[in-house]
């Protein structure tokens, strides 16, 4: 055993944080102030994880705009968003915690946006009853992340950037101890031990060729603990941005924060009608997402598309300073990037794979998943946003449920006594498995990592997409177990040194595991529901409302389990109405 | 088709190497770089995220220029060979990728946010007295301010006399803060050396936020110096008014 640790880098923390978004530094803040060593692995460098590209908001009832608003109201809406399969304890602490969370970052540094009271301004959004989502201009994610990256750094925790986890150890009771994985700097390998970790690592967007997610986002976190025992919940749920950037090429998929239809856009088709008028009349721009992504779909598929086959976004009739104020990082964005002035004329936008709503299946009250050791914050968990998110609900969640997991991690690190040695055969076969694709070049096997990824990413777009049938699942499935077979040939010539073609091999044999359980998910659920849209069951089905789908990993194979939800109380079920959520004094801007 | 003459290399050294790559309308330079490692170089080692210009990751010495990659366009540069470069400020680590940890080292020594313990909180503030802090809080961290500060450039111990213009922006973020009671002053005069930037203006120049990083961060930090420990006459009224010691709250 002692071998191992003299043949790694190894280092040894009460509790490991994978990831450094909003949630993993929320979690390492909340794991330092309880007493525990704490360190943040990243893959990047610190600040650059995706909560940057979080834009318009945060959502929390703060009633700083529309007194009326409270927790009951965000509870309700957050679960109305979901279409009901919400975990509703999560829902419920999400709503009630949000706000205290939000403040905490202004006394920590955030500095947002003010109401003539000087209190934090609260913009509308679509799917949300009032005016909630507090914001800096349309670069919220931005501040989120560089105030708590600059609340960590003073608070005590050890920061690994640039270091990639692709494997969770257990000790012999099966408790996870700990996570191997190599330095991207030069490719060596590490161990980190430890006696609780976070799972933080976002979301898998990545596997989807039209998508605003980076390169990180190729869903290892879920992966790793999947592979670890964990149950996973809702994989078939995907969220689509209804508008990404679609022109030029080079920009597709860039996202166009909701933030403009908060502030007033309007959608029109090619004939200038603002089509949402036959979708969604109660809410128009400012329906929820799923429901704004299909109009738009539904649009381009009836011939009514934009030119290069989206919708146009027009937000002009607001006026040159108030866009350059409120949507500055959009106007530069357009003009940068599509030679477009947006105060001066409409942009052009289609749907964007944003975020999924599915993850890791955790404990709402600590955020722990279903083995011991293990917790889970932010996009890599499921249950809080249902089938559907609500724009905004996503930097709340990874505050409320990041310090949860952090609390929580720091409370079962304190119980559990030492970590025993490590398990020496897991690292070695892990060691085996990142090593393959260098043996397989020099036996000849020469699989492209970025030919295999863009076939993945083809399959995934062209069949589990935003309108799904049984016939195309089955067929991307099918397809997908065809790609499979080559995921063991991956070949790159031998160099640890910064080398993205070796990194991306492993990122391969996660997504395909991943996108085979998204398929067979999607399968199973034979409904539309939220993101899940399936033309051959067009109606939401009752029985499938009371239930989530729990995928494990046995012998290698995904298992899925139709799994009966938690039944509400009778008192948060009354909070749940039936009226269209959507901000009246919102839908009036669009007007103006 | 354009030919793009990318720098592979690490400490050891290096040289350019020519990539064709097909041109595609709206294309940026980071576009060209992945076809190369998807079709040419898989290898080649490249730092990027957010592709959308927000999280600063991809900058890159682009003819010369410091620019993000996934903002500059490539038909901007006609017909004209396309040069990519490292920045030069930090040490290269390979083609593309250097070792700017320094930056995040200089950024641990500067007092973080600090407020008074009896301020009533949620904070109260209007917009107009934090519309100059907001312009400081767009940054995002590209460090291509430090690239082409001529203190950190041309001069190996630059590092260790100045913090560089991206950490005068965060210093001047806090101290315009209207809650905000710490004193990083004499850091500013000391240990983070202000006196050493000669306002050149070329941080500013290629600042993808439009940060006006000299003219509305480190010249009213060097004001607030001259104030203090220059000008006798606001010394005395500076004693006069003095207002009493706030406590630090405790978070």
């Known amino acids: 055993m002692a071998a191992i640790e003299e043949q790694f880098e190894t280092h040894e923390f009460d509790v490991i944080v994978i990831g450094a978004g909003g949630a993993g530094l929320r979690a390492a803040i909340a794991s330092a102030q309880a007493g525990m060593r704490t360190a943040v692995i990243c893959k990047s460098l610190l600040g650059k994880a995706h909560t940057v590209m979080a834009e318009g908001g945060v959502a929390a009832s703060l009633g700083n705009v529309d007194s009326d608003d409270g927790w009951?109201?965000?509870?309700?809406?957050?679960?109305?968003?979901?279409?009901?399969?919400?975990?509703?304890?999560?829902?419920?602490i999400f709503a009630k915690e949000a706000g205290d969370r939000v403040l905490e970052l202004e006394r920590w540094g955030a500095v947002f946006d003010r109401t003539p009271a000087g209190l934090i301004n609260q913009r509308p959004f679509g799917a949300h009853t009032y005016r909630r989502l507090c914001h800096i201009g349309d670069r919220t994610g931005l501040e989120i992340i560089r105030s708590l990256q600059d609340k960590g750094i003073h608070s005590g925790i050890d920061v690994f950037m640039e270091y990639t986890m692709t494997r969770l150890l257990k000790d012999e009771q099966g408790r996870v101890c700990g996570a191997f994985g190599y330095r991207r700097e030069d490719g060596r390998f590490v161990v980190f031990k430890a006696r609780a970790v976070v799972m933080a690592t976002g979301g898998w967007g990545k596997m989807f060729k039209v998508t605003s997610n980076s390169w990180e986002s190729t869903g290892d976190g879920l992966c790793m603990a999947f592979e670890a025992g964990a149950e996973l919940l809702d994989l078939e749920f995907v969220q689509f941005h209804p508008t990404g950037m679609i022109w030029p090429p080079g920009a597709r998929g860039i996202l166009v924060t909701e933030a403009v239809r908060g502030e007033g856009g309007r959608l029109k088709n090619s004939e200038g009608r603002r089509f949402m008028e036959d979708y969604d009349p109660d809410r128009m721009e400012l329906s929820s997402r799923d429901v704004v992504a299909r109009s738009i779909y539904k649009e381009v598929e009836a011939g009514r598309g934009s030119e290069h086959g989206g919708a146009y976004l027009d937000i002009t009739h607001r006026g040159s300073?108030?866009?350059?104020?409120?949507?500055?990082?959009?106007?530069?964005?357009?003009?940068?990037?599509?030679?477009?002035?947006?105060?001066?004329?409409?942009?052009?936008?289609?749907?964007t794979i944003h975020y999924v709503m599915g993850g890791i299946k955790v404990d709402p009250e600590t955020a722990a998943a279903s083995i011991p050791g293990l917790f889970a914050a932010g996009e890599v968990a499921g249950g809080l946003h249902g089938a559907n998110r609500l724009g905004g609900n996503s930097l709340s969640d990874i505050l409320v449920f990041g310090r949860r997991a952090g609390e929580g991690a720091a409370a079962y690190a304190r119980e559990r006594g030492e970590v025993a040695a490590l398990d020496e055969s897991v690292i070695e076969d892990e060691k085996a498995v990142l090593l393959k694709p260098f043996e397989n070049f020099e036996a000849g096997m020469t699989e492209n990592p970025f030919v295999y990824m863009a076939e993945l990413q083809a399959i995934l777009g062209d069949h589990n997409g935003i309108s799904r049938t049984e016939e195309g699942l089955q067929e991307g499935l099918r397809k997908l177990l065809e790609l499979k077979n080559r995921v063991n040939d991956l070949g790159v010539p031998e160099s640890r040194m910064f080398n993205p073609g070796w990194h991306a091999c492993r990122d391969q044999v996660f997504m395909t595991r991943i996108a085979e359980a998204m398929f067979r998910a999607g399968i199973e659920r034979k409904e539309s529901r939220g993101s899940h849209w399936r033309l051959d069951f067009l109606d939401l089905d009752a029985d499938w409302g009371k239930h989530n789908l729990v995928a494990t990993l046995v012998d290698g194979e995904v298992r899925l389990e139709k799994r009966r939800a938690m039944e509400m109380p009778a008192e948060l079920a009354a909070l749940i109405d039936d009226k269209p959520a959507v901000s009246q004094a919102a839908l009036q801007a669009t007007r103006q | 088709m354009a030919v793009f003459k990318v720098f592979r290399g690490d400490a050891s050294g290096g040289k350019e190497m020519d990539y064709e790559v097909p041109s595609v309308p709206g294309q940026v330079v980071l576009d060209a770089l992945h076809y190369i490692q998807a079709n040419q170089a898989p290898d080649l080692a490249v730092r990027w995220n957010c592709k959308a210009a927000k999280c600063g990751s991809c900058s890159a010495e682009i003819n010369g220029k410091p620019g993000l990659m996934c903002k500059t366009r490539v038909d901007a540069f006609g017909d004209e060979d396309i040069h990519v470069h490292p920045m030069k400020t930090f040490p290269l680590m390979k083609d593309l990728v250097t070792d700017v940890s320094w930056n995040y080292k200089v950024n641990k020594k500067i007092q973080p946010f600090t407020y008074a313990e009896d301020e009533p909180t949620p904070f109260v503030i209007q917009q107009e007295d934090i519309d100059r802090v907001i312009e400081f809080r767009k940054c995002i961290e590209c460090f291509m301010c430090q690239d082409v500060c001529h203190v950190l450039r041309e001069?190996?111990?630059?590092?260790?006399?100045?913090?560089?213009?991206?950490?005068?922006?965060?210093?001047?973020?806090?101290?315009?803060?209207?809650?905000?009671?710490?004193d990083r002053i004499p850091q500013v005069k000391g240990e983070?050396?202000?006196?050493?930037?000669?306002?050149?203006?070329?941080?500013?120049?290629v600042c993808p936020e439009h940060i006006h990083i000299t003219d509305n961060g480190i010249i009213p930090l060097k004001e607030r110096i001259a104030d203090r420990y220059f000008d006798p006459i606001r010394a005395v009224f500076r004693k006069l008014g003095a207002k009493r010691e706030r406590v630090p709250a405790k978070e």
């Open chain 1, 321 to 351: 300073d108030y866009i350059k104020k409120k949507l500055p990082s959009m106007h530069e964005q357009f003009l940068k990037l599509a030679d477009v002035d947006i105060t001066k004329g409409p942009m052009e936008v289609g749907p």
């Open chain 2, 155 to 182: 001069h190996d111990e630059g590092k260790d006399e100045y913090f560089g213009p991206r950490f005068m922006i965060r210093i001047a973020g806090l101290e315009m803060h209207p809650k905000d009671i710490a």
């Open chain 2, 192 to 205: 983070a050396g202000i006196g050493y930037c000669n306002i050149t203006k070329c941080c500013t120049e």
């Open chain 1, 72 to 92: 009951k109201t965000h509870f309700s809406d957050t679960m109305k968003g979901g279409k009901g399969i919400n975990n509703w304890r999560m829902a419920e």
